[in-house]
């Protein structure tokens, strides 16, 4: 894989970092909360084969600058534009897990479907909140965390270094099956404590306040909706989520697949494998 680093500036001035490799149709992939480019580092080796494959350092996140402002959803998305309009990037593939889905719904709110040809959706729910889910959606809506739990998580990010510390952690513990080595489980740490702890807190209360329901019917272009049996958010988000989408695909993947929130790193042949066969279609 010849792997090339790539930045350019948004419009509030913020360089964004990214990685790049391979040439052909453009596939643009945006990490979750804390998490990286790096984190994407096996798509990029197996995906460039065929297509341009992006990936990208949200604004605080790896190597991107780390301003003391925009760290809501709404700013990310923005972010995305000015990558698409800076490369001159058309009929893209979107790629996103975790919040990454949260900036390409935002994105799809503010922009239509201009310059986008497919979306990957990766494990994530519409709401965070279980305080503003009806009760009998908690679940399939991937509601995890109460007001509480909230204050909590943002009150460690804005503590002690150490509190801080453990705070990621928390977020970082709930990514993968037990399977997972140390070395990995401990770099995924350091991937994540790059988002400064006070952006941290910014940007998780921003995404856990928001509701994407509305989002869902509305889009247009064909969409692969990836979740894990054994992911801290149920499989049950996938399905909803597939049943929202029009003509959209579903691909959950069992324990015995480590369909865990990060089953990208966890079993990447088989994840590679499904996007290409998505791409390489519909997509």
């Not at 305080?131 to 995890?144: C, K, S």
Request: hydrophobic share 35%; charged share 25%.
């Amino acid at each position: 894989m010849d792997t090339k680093s790539g930045a350019f500036v948004t419009n509030d001035g913020v360089t964004i970092r990214y990685r790049e490799a391979g040439s052909g149709r453009p596939l643009v992939m945006l990490p979750g909360f804390s998490q990286t480019a790096a984190e994407f580092s096996k798509q990029l080796d197996a995906l460039s084969d065929e297509y341009r494959v992006i990936a990208v350092d949200q604004r605080g996140h790896g190597d991107s600058d780390k301003p003391n402002y925009g760290y809501r959803i709404s700013r990310f998305a923005a972010d995305l534009r000015d990558l698409l309009v800076t490369l001159d990037i058309n009929e893209v593939s979107l790629l996103g897990h975790s919040l990454g889905c949260t900036v390409i719904w935002n994105y799809w709110d503010l922009y239509g479907g201009d310059r986008v040809r497919s979306l990957v959706l990766v494990d994530q729910g519409p709401t965070a909140a279980i305080d503003v889910a009806p009760e009998d959606q908690i679940r399939e809506l991937g509601a995890t965390f109460t007001h509480e739990d909230a204050r909590n998580l943002t009150a460690g990010w804005r503590g002690t270094p150490e509190e801080a510390k453990e705070a990621s952690r928390s977020i970082v513990h709930l990514l993968h099956t037990g399977d997972l080595d140390n070395q990995d489980r401990n770099w995924l740490l350091e991937q994540n404590l790059t988002l400064p702890s006070e952006h941290a807190a910014t940007l998780y209360m921003d995404h856990y306040g928001n509701d994407w329901r509305d989002i869902l019917p509305r889009i247009t272009v064909p969409t692969l909706i990836i979740g894990g049996e054994v992911s801290f958010l149920a499989s049950e988000v996938a399905k909803r989520n597939a049943a929202q989408i029009p003509n959209s695909r579903l691909r959950i993947f069992s324990a015995e697949e480590r369909g865990s929130h990060i089953m990208f790193w966890e079993n990447p042949n088989l994840f590679n494998s499904t996007v290409r066969e998505f791409l390489s279609g519909a997509g």
